[in-house]
């Protein structure tokens, strides 16, 4: 299915960035209204302001300011100086009296630079965002009038901005319509632009002079902008727009202007979604108010208004609710779920607030796309026109939305709306008794549709089936836990997916969730695994884990047996932990790299790997590895961004229905020698095998033949042989021990055990030509050790130490191949997420990278040498078994040869194929017994039926002692006579019967084979 790769700007939105309303936003007044006349001067120099505020009450109001952090001059009533008692916590309280009171007060402020991430007054500019005058508690209509230094302009929430030139300072005065809780001011040294818009709008840039470059785009952006909603929603609320940078990094929207940070502005991306999402916080945010307690309807509306819809317009929708469900999914879980209703404040951009983020921001977003589906467009834009004429300059609760909403749509949407903001879960989806019926000669396709939640939601589903070439799409209405769905079909379906579009605010599968960064920052028990000596480099990301509360150890520190319980972050590719799990992963060498995987020890929970060049690098990246959380890869240079990638998931709840055979065009079949000219350039020559086919082997034997002839120095890798019996090989195929010495020394029948036949011509020829004979296997007690005691982490230090450094058990496809081996050996209970499962792929992963290290290791001790490696098939795998594992370790040209008899050939297992006949050995002497190793010698345990033996007259109990005149003492001395002689023939055995108190008897046997 399609990969989801785009590009930062929404994430990179919401968390540098805007979103943040200023802490005194829009609160409009419920009734009764209060005139205040504010007037400030500024000493830039001295980083002081100096003001005086009147205020007008008429008869029977009473007055509250509050003045923390303000020095206090007079305070005079109705020209009266007065004594004013302010109380601990600042408030300053007049008293209502009978007549109208005017009150006038002197204050002043000095802002010390670096006192404040804020505010500041200085000569570079100055910015008010916190309290800077007396501030009444109450919704008020504020006049202001600033003296400011004569090269510099400003910006308040005005419809009218005048200046007066009076000498060294400049008047500029500021009127604005609607009353308010706190107003802003901003004052420096920009270059301001001005434009009406046809409508009478002024739009305005307010840019410092070395960024002249950017105003014309934002200001054209942001007249763009503006028609865009005045079409959608209504006429702009205000007669300004001001885009106004900011020394301070900051990302506000104001009524009348957004405050950019100097930083933000200038990123390439910010006029294509965040200018946009600001633009419309005008209507959503500001003209309309929210009244926090009552919940916030505006951040989730305005994302969807603005950030999706831009998404949408690069038809790149789907992957933008996708993101937002991942990242849902990735940082809110059972601990810090809430409701939608509950959600107030987006909250700062630190890791902490991203799960109330992905509550206000994302799901409710997405409740707004299913409110849209339910609705249809026209109505859901009508309703939206509505709840904004409505509710201009008032505040507005989720009561009001919903009210416009079911007016428009003449519906009772109360269950929609309880739901979607009263409920902490999201619906989580399962799939029972699929089936697909032929009838009539045509596939039927049903299934039940599960919920896991209870009560159960109400909501559409859409699932989509491929029929034929087309697919196939229906929108189920769901209302029960159970909810019974079919297709009726022209052909075999092979693939189906629910909510492939992201139409529902749901739980992901696991096959949807790619392995990305923000399930790491959102993901619960995290550790950091610091490589030796890396301490300094990367300690500059440790503010940042220690915020995410990841424990960090050492090498040293680390307990093996937490690397399958906790999401990891590797710092530094070169610990032995980060080794064992992904070998050396291929990184630039220079700038910083993070890429994100999924823990193969740990199916659900992920694993970061790190690797920088330099302590800088990772000091560049510091603070902004925290809004990158979409991604799985990501490099940097120097601090900027390089590359990123998201990599591929599903698109929808997916399911595979019917997978037809693989075919392959034959253009030209080949002769066996053309094929064997073709490879014999190859170091390494692999030849699969299913162990019990002769045709397999019979193929290696003509292979080794093949490439032998070409080339001379050729020598045979061999699975069948553990590394511990290479010295029997090697004295085998020098000619100093015979074949009867060889088995016995190798221990052939204890770690191999199959039928010696079908290697016997293999070894053979290789004595005959003294070919080297490598033995590639691991102990296999090693991999059943692996396997049961809970992976690496259990085998004993000695074990450790000889097993290879560098494993990887992440290579793409590994993974599905091994969980398809492994659910054919376990039955109807396996469960791919079974930690069993983990212990597999880590025991095979050491299997492999064994036999790899292996032959890379010959290959590079032989500068001239050739290799046949003989294996079973699942080891030769091309894409991701032995093959690539070499060449990892050493460049050389490989090839990959295997027999096709019946199955399914998947792709990019192999470079040939061979189709060969049916060949079975003959059949092989059996003396018809059950044997064992005993005190005494090989002892009669059982006969099979129609034994040969028993038929001889031998006895359960008796001791062989020798076959063929040829002593015995062990089970494999007879196995070995066995294969010298054939099927039908005679044995001589000799055996030992005790008898009861008389001495044993010695008896011969001629036993029919
Ligand atoms: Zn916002």
């Known amino acids: 299915m399609k990969s989801d790769c785009h590009h930062a700007e929404f994430l990179l939105l919401l968390l540098f960035f805007l979103s943040l309303f200023p802490l005194f936003a829009a609160r409009y007044a419920a009734a009764g209204e209060l005139r205040c006349d504010l007037a400030v001067s500024f000493d830039p120099a001295a980083h002081f302001l100096n003001g005086t505020i009147r205020c007008s009450m008429a008869a029977g109001e009473s007055l509250a300011l509050q003045t923390a952090g303000l020095d206090l001059g007079s305070v005079v009533v109705n020209g009266a100086k007065q004594e004013v008692g302010i109380g601990e916590d600042g408030l300053l309280a007049l008293p209502a009296t009978d007549g109208s009171q005017a009150v006038d007060i002197a204050f002043s402020k000095k802002i010390e630079p670096g006192s404040s991430a804020s505010s500041m007054i200085d000569s570079q500019g100055i910015v008010l965002l916190d309290l800077w005058y007396p501030l009444p508690l109450q919704p008020a209509r504020i006049s202001l009038i600033a003296g ?38 901003i004052a420096g040294p920009y270059q301001v632009r001005e434009e009406r818009m046809a409508g009478g709008t002024i739009v305005a840039t307010y840019f410092f002079p070395e960024d002249q470059e950017f105003a014309q785009v934002y200001g054209a952006k942001t007249m763009e902008y503006l028609a865009r909603y005045e079409k959608l929603i209504g006429p702009y609320p205000y007669k300004r727009y001001s885009v106004v940078e900011n020394r301070l990094p900051t990302g506000f929207a104001m ?3 957004t405050l950019l940070g100097q930083s933000v502005v200038r990123l390439p991306f910010i006029t294509e979604t965040s200018l946009g999402h600001e633009v419309l916080h005008s209507w959503f945010g500001n003209a309309v108010g929210v009244d926090h307690e009552l919940g916030n309807w505006c951040e989730g509306l305005t994302t969807y208004l603005a950030d999706q819809a831009y998404a949408a317009d690069k038809g790149e929708e789907v992957d933008f609710r996708k993101g937002q469900l991942i990242k849902y999914q990735s940082h809110v879980g059972p601990d810090n779920t809430m409701t939608a209703a509950d959600f107030k404040d987006a909250g700062d951009h630190g890791i902490a607030s991203q799960a109330t983020r992905a509550v206000g921001y994302n799901k409710v977003s997405m409740l707004f796309h299913m409110l849209r589906k339910k609705v249809g467009d026209e109505i859901f834009y009508a309703a939206l026109r509505d709840f904004y004429q409505q509710h201009k300059f008032r505040n507005a609760s989720w009561d009001d939305v919903q009210q416009s909403f079911s007016k428009a749509a003449d519906l009772d949407l109360s269950t929609f709306f309880d739901q979607w903001l009263l409920r902490p879960d999201v619906p989580a989806l399962t799939v029972q008794k699929l089936r697909i019926e032929i009838k009539d000669g045509a596939p039927e396709l049903t299934f039940d549709l599960v ?5 159960p939601y109400e909501f559409t589903l859409p699932v989509q ?38 139409d529902l605010m749901r739980k992901l599968v696991p096959d949807e969730v790619p392995p990305v960064w923000s399930r790491f920052q959102g993901g619960a028990e995290k550790m950091a695994v610091l490589a030796d000596g890396s301490e300094e480099k990367f300690a500059p990301l440790r503010p940042m884990l220690e915020e995410m509360d990841c424990a960090i150890v050492t090498e040293s520190e680390l307990n093996e047996h937490d690397l399958g319980v906790k999401n990891l ?13 992904f070998a050396r992963p291929a990184f630039p060498a220079t700038g910083f790299t993070l890429e994100v995987r999924e823990n193969p020890l740990a199916p659900g929970l992920v694993a970061v790997i790190i690797q920088a060049e330099t302590r800088e690098q990772v000091a560049a990246v510091a603070r902004k590895l925290g809004h990158y959380g979409k991604y799985g890869y990501l490099h940097f240079e120097d601090g900027k961004n390089t590359e990123k990638r998201v990599p591929e998931s599903d698109y929808g709840i997916g399911y595979i229905l019917d997978q037809p055979p693989r075919g392959a065009a034959v253009e030209k079949s080949l002769e066996f020698d053309d094929v064997m000219d073709r490879i014999a350039d190859s170091r390494a020559v692999y030849v699969g095998e299913t162990h019990v086919n002769q045709a397999d082997h019979l193929l290696q034997f003509r292979v080794l033949q093949a490439i032998h002839q070409r080339y001379p120095e050729v020598a045979v890798g061999m699975e069948m042989f553990n590394r511990s019996s290479q010295a029997a090989l090697d004295a085998y195929v020098k000619g100093d021990i015979d074949e009867r010495q060889f088995l016995k020394d190798a221990q052939y029948f204890k770690n191999w055990g199959y039928d010696y036949r079908y290697y016997r ?16 296997n691991l102990d296999k007690d090693i991999v059943s050790d692996t396997f049961r005691e809970g992976g690496i982490a259990g085998l004993a230090p000695e074990i450790k130490e000889t097993l290879p450094v560098e494993r990887d058990l992440s290579m793409p496809g590994y993974r599905q191949r091994l969980v398809q081996v492994f659910q054919s050996h376990s039955g109807p209970h396996f469960n791919a997420n079974d930690q069993k499962m983990a212990n597999f792929v880590q025991s095979q992963a050491l299997w492999d990278e064994t036999m790899a290290e292996t032959i890379a290791g010959y290959l590079s001790s032989h500068a001239q040498a050739k290799m046949i490696v003989i294996a079973g098939s699942g080891h030769v795998v091309k894409e991701n078994a032995i093959p690539p594992r070499v060449a990892r370790r050493i460049p050389v040209k490989q090839t990959v040869v295997v027999n096709v008899q019946q199955g399914d050939l998947p792709p990019d297992e192999a470079d040939y194929v061979f189709f060969s006949n049916q060949v079975n050995l003959p059949p092989s002497p059996m003396l018809g017994l059950m044997l064992a190793d005993k005190k005494d010698g090989p002892t009669i345990d059982g006969f099979a039926p129609n034994s040969g033996a028993k038929a001889a007259g031998m006895k359960e109990g008796d001791v062989v002692l020798a076959v063929e005149g040829q002593e015995v003492r062990t089970v494999d001395d007879i ?4 294969l010298y002689k054939e099927h039908g023939s005679k044995l001589k055995v000799k055996a030992r019967r005790p008898v009861f108190l008389l001495p044993d008897a010695v008896l011969d046997f001629n036993v029919q084979l």
């Open 148 to 185: 400011i230094p004569a090269d510099f302009s400003a910006v308040s929430e005005a419809d009218e901005i005048i200046y007066q030139q009076s000498g060294e300072t400049r008047k500029v005065s500021f009127s604005f319509a609607q009353p308010r809780s706190f107003i802003h001011f």
């Open 255 to 257: 009524p009348t202007f």
């Open 451 to 455: 919920q896991q939640n209870t009560p």
């Open 465 to 502: 089936v491929k029929n034929g070439k087309e697919m196939v799409r229906q929108d189920v209405a769901v209302t029960q836990a159970k909810t019974p769905v079919s297709f009726s079909l022209t052909s075999m379906p092979p693939t189906m997916e629910i909510d492939p579009d992201y």
């Open 569 to 581: 972050l590797f710092l530094g590719t070169d610990s032995k932990a980060s080794l064992g799990l």
């Open 761 to 776: 011509d293999i070894l053979q020829y290789a004595r005959q030509h003294r070919l080297p004979v490598i033995a590639l």
């Open 975 to 978: 196995k070995i006579s066995l």
